[in-house]
C-alpha cells in the first residue's frame, strides 16, 4: 500500500508516519528530511535549498523531484511508501504519478490532514525533535523528558528546526493554501482522497488514519 499524508505545517504528518512505520513497516518518505539532510551534508543542493526552507518557502519542484525518483529507486517496497510532505504541488503529483506507473505501483490513499490554524502556530512553535533518532516531540502535549535523553534512543541531542518560528510558519502556510491545497481537490476528483479530523489526540487520529486505511 502506497499513501501520501497531505496537510499544512504542523498536521502531524510526520508523528503519524512513524506510526505507521511501526504499525504497519512502511517506508516513510518525507522530502524536509531529505531536504534538511541535503543542508546539513554541506553540498552545492544542501547550501542553495536551506536560505529557501529557513524563510519557509517551496524549493523547486525540480530537486524535490529529483530526491524522490532516487529514493524510491533505491529503496526496497515491500510495506508500501508513505509520502510525507511530497507532493506540494500539481507539477509534484503529476511526477510522483508518473513515477508509480514506472515501477507497475500504484497510489492507494491520500489521507488528508484536517487541523485548523490556531492550533498548527501552537504546534509548531512548541516542536522540538530528536536530532539521532527523529523522535518528535512537543512542549506542551509530549514535552523531552526531564532527564534530558531522548525517550526512544537515549541522546541529549533536543533540536529545534530554524524553520519553526511564527515568521517563516506564516510563510509556509501561504505556500500550502497557495501551493498544495489545490491537490485537495486534484486526488478528489481521482476519487484516491478520504478526509481525517487531525486536531484530536496523536492515537485518537492514528485511529481515524487506520479506519481510513481499512
Ligand atoms: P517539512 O519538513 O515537510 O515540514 P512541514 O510540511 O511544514 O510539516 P512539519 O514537519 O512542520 O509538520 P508535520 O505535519 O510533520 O507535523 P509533526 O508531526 O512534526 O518541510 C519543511 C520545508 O522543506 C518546507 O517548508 C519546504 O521549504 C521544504 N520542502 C519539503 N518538502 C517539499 C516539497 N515536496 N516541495 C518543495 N519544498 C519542500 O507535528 C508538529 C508538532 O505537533 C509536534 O510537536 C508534534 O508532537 C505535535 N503533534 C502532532 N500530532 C499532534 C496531535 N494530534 N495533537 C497534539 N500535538 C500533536
Known sequence: MNIILLGPPGAGKGTQARLLVE????????TGDMLR???DSGTEMGKRV????ARGELVTDEIVIGLIRERLLDTSHTGGFIFDGFPRTLAQAD????LLDNMNQTLDC???MQVDDEALVARITARSTCGDCGE???DQTKPWPADGKCGNCGSTNQTRRADDNEESLKTRLLAYYKQTSPLIGY???K???KTVNGLGSVEAVAGEIKDALG
Open 23 to 30: 504499525d504497519r513497516g512502511m517506508t516513510q518518505l518525507s
Open 37 to 39: 539532510e541535503a543542508k
Open 50 to 53: 536551506a536560505e529557501v526552507m
Open 95 to 98: 511526477a510522483l504519478g508518473a
Open 110 to 112: 491520500v489521507i488528508e
Open 136 to 138: 518528535v516531540y512537543n
Open 187 to 189: 486526488y478528489y476528483a
Open 191 to 193: 476519487g484516491d482522497l
